[in-house]
């Protein structure tokens, strides 16, 4: 008889696959003031776009990536 039910490990090896088959992005940042940043800008460095494509966080609204879910 098959159990239909998943476990959680299941489905945390299902998440660490997704994690592995996820695309990956070269990016580079920059900072409004080097000394005392109040802006973060993201952006892909190299790209065949024709579009210009960027990403601004104003520090106050920032998160630390370790409490990124």
Do not use: G, I, Q, Y
Not at 23 to 31: A, S
């Amino acid at each position: 008889m098959n159990d239909v039910t998943e476990s959680s490990s299941d489905s945390e090896s299902e998440s660490e696959r997704d994690l592995r088959e996820a695309p990956t992005f070269e990016l580079e940042h920059l900072v409004d003031d080097e000394t005392d940043p109040s802006e973060l800008t993201v952006f892909a460095p190299a790209t065949d776009a024709l579009t210009t494509e960027w990403l601004t966080v104003d520090r106050t609204d920032a998160v630390p990536l370790d409490r990124v879910r």
